[in-house]
């Protein structure tokens, strides 16, 4: 279910904060314009204004908007300058990443308070199992108000909270609640509660597929379950069609699952203007290199795979990729990569977007790193990891990647290997 898809808040008393929890062990919690409400709680003089987080440039991107931002049409993924459009009042702001990711990792932390089972989706949402937390701590949504107070006490967020025997129906319940809401979906009560949804509140449903089953007189969940099988699976498919028609019968076996591993970390910039320049190409992706870089760090992790992702002017989109013969989390060696992949490439035309990724990863620890000849014993990652030590006292502004790497090869030059 896309980020944007909106359900009818409550009002029916089988489906509440107080309806019947019983074999309602799923939690979906799901904070409420999460980017939007950190950056007000670093700013309190902005609370109750609108507010609009994401790439403030002609090209940038909505990333999250508060609630008052939304009343006037304010989407995630909507372009920035549409929100301007719509909302030309509004408190525009470039997102803080490192505030978010601590804000997530605060929040995360009261989760896991409650349950060792907790599978995060993102920074700013989980499922939760809290069956083996109900000795300790109660009923599913005694749990469910407990960590909401918590959330709010400790970390002055606010969150939604969607209790149900699955995890789709739970995160139905969590959309349906918000913001700031408590919605218990009960076991013997789910079908009542999805069938009435529209077809776009299935996972798996596009625009595309929504279009489909439209176009086949399918514009409900109930429609859709009492479908003939054999239509939808010429429609859609057999695997969409199998995955659907459970979903519309309330059936999703899916366990929560703690152990979520990143297949890959990466970063992207899209210009502000069309660019050739490979001078500011070079600087581009030198800075994303040194993101990726920090990112892989701070997950404990390194990439054997280094891709690089340009998109023309004309939106067409070109990937390619290089295997290391060692894993790295090393901002120059992702930036050597993906200079070379993208002089090689050589486009030849106006550049709209750049991206850098780090794939194949694997945890640091398991991953021995390996001098290359005639390397000094102390190198790029030393110095980056003493750059991280740096931002993390006095902010990442004090040293960028043109810096360091500018230092480092003046270090070469002037100390070059020994043969």
Same mark, same amino acid.
């Given at each position: 279910?896309?980020?944007?898809?909106?359900?009818? +808040?409550?009002g029916?008393?089988?489906?509440?904060p107080?309806a019947?929890?019983?074999?309602?062990?799923v939690l979906h919690?799901?904070?409420?314009?999460f980017?939007?409400?950190? %950056?007000?709680?670093a /700013?309190? %003089?902005?609370?109750?204004?609108?507010v609009? *987080?994401?790439?403030?440039?002609?090209?940038?991107?909505?990333? #999250?908007? #508060?609630?008052e931002a939304r009343?006037?049409? *304010?989407?995630?993924?909507?372009?920035t300058? +549409?929100?301007?459009?719509?909302?030309?009042?509004?408190?525009f702001?470039?997102?803080?990443?490192?505030a978010?990711?601590?804000?997530? +990792?605060?929040?995360?932390?009261?989760?896991?308070?409650?349950?060792?089972?907790?599978?995060?989706?993102s920074?700013?949402?989980?499922f939760?199992?809290?069956?083996?937390?109900?000795?300790?701590f109660?009923?599913?949504?005694?749990?469910a108000r407990?960590?909401?107070?918590?959330v709010?006490?400790?970390?002055?967020?606010?969150?939604?909270?969607?209790?149900?025997?699955?995890?789709?129906v739970?995160?139905?319940?969590? !959309?349906r609640?918000?913001p700031?809401?408590?919605? &218990?979906?009960p076991?013997?009560? &789910?079908l009542?509660?999805?069938?009435?949804?529209p077809?776009?509140?299935?996972?798996?449903?596009?625009?595309? #597929?929504?279009? !489909?089953?439209?176009?086949?007189g399918? !514009?409900?969940?109930?429609?859709l379950?009492?479908?003939p099988?054999?239509?939808? $699976?010429?429609?859609l498919?057999?695997?969409?069609? /199998?995955?659907?028609?459970?979903?519309?019968w309330?059936r999703?076996?899916r366990?929560?699952?703690?152990e979520?591993?990143?297949?890959?970390?990466?970063? %992207?910039?899209?210009f502000?203007?069309d660019?050739a320049?490979?001078?500011?190409?070079?600087r581009?992706?030198l800075?994303?290199s040194?993101k990726?870089?920090?990112?892989?760090? /701070?997950?404990g992790?390194?990439?054997?795979?280094v891709?690089?992702?340009?998109r023309?002017?004309d939106?067409?989109?070109?990937?390619?990729?290089?295997?290391?013969g060692?894993?790295?989390?090393?901002?120059?060696?992702?930036?050597?990569?993906?200079?070379?992949l993208?002089?090689?490439?050589?486009?030849g035309?106006r550049?709209?977007l750049?991206?850098?990724?780090?794939?194949?990863?694997?945890p640091v620890?398991?991953?021995?790193?390996q001098?290359?000849?005639?390397?000094?014993?102390?190198?790029?990652r030393?110095a980056e990891?003493?750059a991280?030590?740096?931002a993390a006292?006095?902010?990442?502004?004090?040293?960028?990647?043109?810096?360091?790497?500018?230092?480092?090869? $003046?270090?070469q030059?002037?100390?070059?290997?020994?043969?």
């Amino acid at each position: 279910m896309g980020r944007s898809q909106s359900l009818p +808040r409550g009002g029916d008393p089988r489906f509440g904060p107080d309806a019947d929890d019983t074999d309602c062990t799923v939690l979906h919690v799901d904070m409420d314009a999460f980017f939007a409400s950190v %950056e007000v709680r670093a /700013r309190p %003089e902005l609370r109750g204004r609108a507010v609009v *987080v994401g790439g403030i440039g002609p090209r940038g991107v909505v990333s #999250s908007a #508060s609630y008052e931002a939304r009343r006037y049409g *304010v989407r995630s993924a909507m372009p920035t300058m +549409r929100a301007r459009a719509l909302c030309p009042h509004a408190v525009f702001l470039p997102p803080d990443f490192p505030a978010y990711s601590a804000a997530s +990792r605060a929040v995360m932390q009261i989760f896991r308070d409650v349950t060792p089972l907790v599978e995060p989706l993102s920074l700013d949402e989980a499922f939760l199992d809290v069956a083996g937390a109900r000795r300790l701590f109660g009923p599913p949504a005694t749990i469910a108000r407990r960590i909401r107070e918590r959330v709010a006490g400790e970390e002055g967020l606010t969150c939604s909270v969607g209790v149900a025997p699955s995890k789709f129906v739970a995160k139905l319940g969590s !959309t349906r609640a918000k913001p700031d809401g408590l919605l &218990v979906i009960p076991a013997d009560q &789910v079908l009542d509660f999805l069938h009435p949804l529209p077809v776009s509140a299935l996972w798996g449903v596009g625009e595309r #597929s929504a279009e !489909t089953l439209r176009r086949l007189g399918l !514009t409900t969940i109930v429609d859709l379950a009492e479908a003939p099988y054999g239509m939808l $699976r010429k429609a859609l498919g057999e695997a969409s069609a /199998r995955h659907l028609h459970e979903l519309a019968w309330g059936r999703d076996p899916r366990r929560v699952s703690p152990e979520h591993v990143e297949k890959s970390i990466g970063a %992207e910039v899209t210009f502000d203007n069309d660019v050739a320049d490979p001078v500011e190409i070079r600087r581009a992706l030198l800075a994303l290199s040194e993101k990726v870089g920090v990112r892989l760090r /701070r997950a404990g992790q390194v990439g054997r795979t280094v891709s690089l992702k340009v998109r023309m002017a004309d939106f067409r989109t070109v990937n390619r990729s290089r295997t290391l013969g060692v894993p790295t989390d090393v901002a120059r060696e992702l930036f050597d990569t993906t200079w070379a992949l993208y002089t090689a490439l050589d486009p030849g035309e106006r550049i709209r977007l750049v991206g850098v990724r780090a794939e194949g990863l694997a945890p640091v620890q398991d991953t021995p790193r390996q001098l290359t000849l005639g390397a000094p014993e102390r190198g790029w990652r030393e110095a980056e990891a003493a750059a991280d030590a740096a931002a993390a006292r006095f902010g990442r502004s004090v040293i960028g990647p043109a810096s360091l790497l500018a230092a480092r090869d $003046r270090q070469q030059k002037e100390n070059p290997p020994r043969p």
